[in-house]
């Protein structure tokens, strides 16, 4: 998956929900006024980027906050809709895990947010510029949208080190939601460091012996178990290490 998105999170949500005017439209609104992207709701100092550029002339140049909207991203007039009190602007600063509670009676944006929080991303701020976010990051929103839409079964997903940044807390989360794909037929293909990721997969390709020019052969290949017992390998000892404990934690809740 390629890792360059635009716009902010909430426009990555999914089908049903990339709109935040489905909170105005509840108000008579025009869904129209609550995209920043078009002019009729958005502050025009900045048209809609919260944000403006400014350009030296011996420097870089930089960007500062919208004198006229402060980051809020819309004009007055919009910004005095609210729904339960809050405005857009308001919603937009809300983390995907607050808003996931505010939006419970809105099923295609509540579905969206439920699958960000799965893959980990329960702290972003829906209105953070998706330029932003790291690799990881930009890569499990991706995926987050993807999990959303039919799952047609023949579709194979290459990712470049999807758990770069995650807590290992989250980790396990987003490996069963990629367990759910290949469960439903698709295929997984992952660039890999993290050996908990490594150790859970159906199969190894092993690239080494070194790294950059001292790589780019196929050290060892087949199910984690073997890899990890294949002499040549440096990455064998850490995972059968990684494999042994995951056998450990399985007695020890097998033996509660
Ligand atoms: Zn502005």
Redesign the pocket.
Known sequence: MSQVLTGVVAEHLGADADDPGQLGAREGEDTGRFSFNVPGGR?E??QGQ?SIFIEMLFLPGATAP?P??HGA?YNPETLRVTVAGRSIADVLDMTVEQARDFLRDVPGAVRSLEVLSEVGLGYLRLGQPATTLSGGEAQRVKLASELQRVRRGHTLYVLDEPTSGLHPADVDLLVAQLRGLVAAGNTVVLVEHDMDVVAGTDWVIDLGPGGGEAGGRVVAAGPPHVVAGARDSVTAPYLALRLARREGGRRGVAAR
Do not use: T
Request: charged share 10%; aromatic share 0%.
């Open positions: 502050c100092n900045c919260g919208c006229v909207c991203r």
